[in-house]
């Protein structure tokens, strides 16, 4: 089993759609969950970050992780053709360097 | 130049070609990884960095090899490639564990590697 599962995707929505974007995870040791963002020939760029259980939000971003089930979310919502990119969760426990990425979800959002 | 930069963007490269990529960053950090993006996998990390000593090497085969003189320069040589190395090569920097609550790593563009 993966340390971390994320659906490949790809997802294509229509512009102004609430996206949900998910990842599971095996390792109860996980404290610090993050959503990159990777847009085509870039690396990836931190999008949001959350320590342990509960909701972030920022701007049209919502984090959500439950660690009861080891599920992370992220939604966006009135997703605009700019959000199209490579949405990659990541997580880590405490104190580490080492962060564990899912493979990553492809999202187009088309006008 | 800020945040992290690798070089070359694009390297194509025989199986018994040696060439390095690079990667600068200017954000202050004093840890560097490399890592291996290929097609529908996870984000591999090869090589952590910490205060230019090597911490971590995740059972990478020995045609690669990292370098990293200082803090903020970071070098992956490269020779006797397979075909199956063809991927991303990022590189990321970031504050050792310890000084920041978490471990935010700041990638550069990657150098997409194809080799022949």
């Known amino acids: 089993q993966k340390e971390v599962e994320q659906d490949p995707g790809p997802l294509s929505v229509p512009e102004g759609a609430i996206v949900s974007l998910n990842c599971t995870y095996s390792?109860?040791?996980?404290?610090?969950f993050m959503w990159y963002r990777q847009y085509s020939r870039k690396g990836p760029e931190l999008l949001m970050y959350?320590?342990?259980?509960g909701n972030k939000e920022d701007g049209r971003f919502t984090a959500q992780v439950d660690k009861s089930s080891k599920y992370i979310s992220l939604f966006i919502r009135d997703s605009q053709p700019s959000d199209s990119a490579t949405y990659l969760c990541?997580?880590?426990?405490?104190?580490?360097?080492?962060?564990?990425f899912g493979t990553g979800t492809r999202l187009q959002v088309f006008p | 130049e800020t945040g992290v930069t690798q070089t070359p963007r694009h390297l194509v490269m025989g199986m018994t070609n040696k060439k390095s990529l690079k990667c600068e960053q200017h954000?202050?950090?004093?840890?560097m990884y490399w890592y291996k993006q290929s097609a529908k996998k996870p984000l591999e990390l090869m090589f952590v960095?910490?205060?230019?000593?090597?911490?971590e090497n995740n059972s990478v085969p020995s045609r690669f090899s990292p370098e990293c003189p200082n803090s903020s320069h970071l070098f992956l040589h490269l020779h006797t490639l397979q075909p199956e190395d063809s991927a991303l090569y990022l590189c990321?920097?970031?504050?050792?564990?310890?000084?920041?609550?978490?471990?935010?790593?700041?990638f550069g563009p990657g150098t997409r590697l194809t080799v022949l």
């Open positions: 959350t320590y342990s259980s």
């Open positions: 990541a997580m880590s426990a405490y104190n580490t360097d080492k962060l564990i």
């Open positions: 990321a920097s970031s504050y050792i564990p310890g000084q920041r609550s978490y471990n935010e790593q700041f």
């Open positions: 390792n109860s040791a996980f404290q610090y």
């Open positions: 960095y910490s205060l230019e000593e090597r911490v």
């Open positions: 954000l202050g950090h004093n840890a």
